[in-house]
């Protein structure tokens, strides 16, 4: 009875499949197509700006569904946008070689810290990267003759002058951002993926299942970080400035609700809570203190009555759709 | 070294880990007893501070009534809180940690709606300065001292001695067990939540005096008393007290000699490699 029920499955799997080539297709095509019929830069700086973002929060993402929820993932952001401002200013390396440097500085300084950090779980991970993300913000503050102190770094240039108006920046910023997302995507899909699922479940259970769990996270923690560093060279280089103040603590803590308010168990999750939270503040500039209450209620709140974040939400009154059923989980 | 260098960096550093521990120990005692990592807690600091401000140089209270009514005003924010926010996540670690996030950002950014962003700073009626065989004491700290040190010996006689202090120390050790007991668990942490944010509230105020008043003063008390409880072992109470000693004492002298960011990286690389051969602390317990 068995392959009957397999080759039942197969047709309903591959309609799934299609259907879901068919949505990506169109969001693509809309990505594409849409700052044609604009002429105001303010939403393509915006989009580019969400774009740059869900590199980020797709990164922090893996950490996530490792169960490690970092709080010094704009360090290592910080940390990959001094590689390559430096390098382009300073210098005089051209962007390609400064952006790789960018994912690979991020990557190794992670690579000494992972084995350390990653013993640590839950509470104990995220104090330690707090203070982590603090030292590291007081670094750039304080090594003046590298980092320029708190005026931070002028004059990064754009990584091609055909890239310097945000238009034309904002396809570049496609590009990455789908390539970043698409790879954070992939890995999760593949067996790489499960065994991120495995470790968050029980770190025990994995280890006796034969995953080298150590080894695993710190891969993770590597990816994820050098991930990171390229969306800090893509901010640099878009926005052509570089100060301390932008990789400290309250930059950590959005990516971090990126997830939560997205939701934390798919990687559609953190891109729409990049979306949202990116946008929303940026339209509705006038009162930076208010929002920055009101986001704090928000979280409190997701965390209260909807700890499966938005994308949760959306699936619930989906449900509630007659269409929306079939094409259920 | 002289003696005449290293009495002013011992008293230094004392009053730093009196102020650092009065923190800290709010921050581990809640920990302890109620899983949740507060991380308003620096938030509750500032409150403190403003507090004093409000009580003492808006009111015009006496000193010696307006820093004793901080933290009952305080501690009573924090009840709120607690029936608000961290109630309804009891026993979830990271969802109550994440709320007490969102928590501390509404509060600091809210300060900021109500008080502005400047720094102030909260006159302090003791500028004197004492003079005890040729050594000289600023007088305000060493009312700091006294205050923290005198509320640690209340908070200690109250866990030791009372029979709520008793409850206290039952629930920290095993909470099931403790409610089988016929313990109300809900009481207790109403009762931590009220303790810890009131000592916070006291801290920050002295804090607030000594250094300055701002809605975003919170971050350092924070960090210090992460840093303290890694240190000392989260959740054990004896643990915050040789951590706050040990931070502020090596602080002080680190301050002097090479300067407050060497002070800041040096903590971190014992922080560091205090996790790799003792991840528990050096009072905690080993979690299973």
Known sequence: MQPVSVSMALPGQARQRVLRWVLIGILAAALLIWPLFTHDLFYTHIATLVLLYCI??????LLVRLGQLSLCHAAFMGIGGYTSALLTTRLGWPFLPAFVASAIVPGVVALALGPILLRLRGVYFVMITYSFGELVRLLFNEWQSLTGGA??????????PFFATSREYYYFALVMAALCVGFTGRILSSQTGRFIDSIRESERLAQSSGV?????????????CGLVGMQGSLMAHYIHYLSPGAFGFSESLNFLVFNVIGGMQTLAGPIIGAVFLVSLPEVLRGWVELQRVIYGVILIVVMLYAPGGLVMIGRRTLELLPIGRGGGS | MSINLLVPIVFNGLSLSAIYVLVALGFTLVFGIMRVINFAHGEFAMMGGFALLFFYSQLGLPYWLALPLVAPTVGLFGLVAERLVFRP???QELPSMIAGLGLSVALADGAVVLFDVHQRNIP??????????????PEDRVVVMVVAVAALIAFWLFVQ???????????????????AQGIDTSATYRITFFLATGLAGLGGALFAQIYALSPYMGLVPLVKAFTIVIIGGLGSVPGAALGGVLLGMSESFLNTFY??????????????????????????????
């Open chain 1, 151 to 160: 005026d931070g770094i002028f004059h990064i240039p754009p990584p091609h």
């Open chain 2, 124 to 137: 302090s009626p003791f500028d004197d300065i004492l003079t005890i065989s040729g050594f000289t004491f």
């Open chain 1, 212 to 224: 080298p769990v150590l080894r695993f996270k710190v891969m993770v923690f590597v990816l994820s």
């Open chain 2, 89 to 91: 996540l009891y026993a």
């Open chain 2, 259 to 288: 300067g407050a960011s060497m002070a800041q990286f040096a903590s971190f690389g014992a922080i560091i490699l205090l996790l790799i051969l003792r991840p528990w602390g050096l009072l905690g317990r080993p979690e299973v």
């Open chain 1, 56 to 61: 980020g929060a797709a990164s922090l993402h």
């Open chain 2, 161 to 179: 001695y009372t029979a709520i202090g008793l409850a206290l120390r039952t629930v920290a050790q095993d909470r099931e067990m403790a409610e």
